[in-house]
């Protein structure tokens, strides 16, 4: 099985940054495809960024330009950096990870992102 702790959520102004992180755990060996999805009260869960094992990215148009997605295999880690933030940012933002194989599907427990006006 595959853990997923998420942290560095918080509350931010607009346009402030955030600098979420994703350790994983267990067995790490198998993970191909991490990424960061975010879901708001009443809304449907969306896939803002998500990064390969070879380092290949993918990012939501509304979070393109402003946000980064990165990974430190040594560490476990995955990261998302987040700039100019906006209101419509907040949300609970979840760890994913995606194993080879199989390609089950694991999620973290999910860190709070609050952008205020």
């Known amino acids: 099985q595959v853990q997923l702790v998420e942290s560095g959520g918080g509350l931010v102004q607009t346009g402030g940054s955030l600098n979420l992180s994703c350790a994983a755990s267990?067995?790490?060996?198998?993970?191909?495809?991490m990424g960061w999805y975010r879901q708001a009260p009443g809304k449907q869960r969306e896939l803002v960024a998500s990064?390969?094992?070879?380092?290949?990215?993918n990012y939501a148009d509304s979070v393109k330009g402003r946000s980064s997605i990165s990974r430190d295999n040594a560490k476990n880690t995955v990261y998302l950096q987040m700039n100019s933030l906006k209101p419509e940012d907040t949300a609970v933002y979840y760890c994913?990870?995606?194993?080879?194989?199989?390609?089950?599907?694991?999620w973290g427990q999910g860190t709070q992102v609050t952008v205020s006006s």
């Open positions: 994913n990870a995606i194993t080879s194989g199989f390609h089950l599907n694991y």
């Open positions: 267990g067995s790490i060996f198998r993970i191909n495809v």
């Open positions: 990064i390969t094992s070879g380092g290949r990215t």
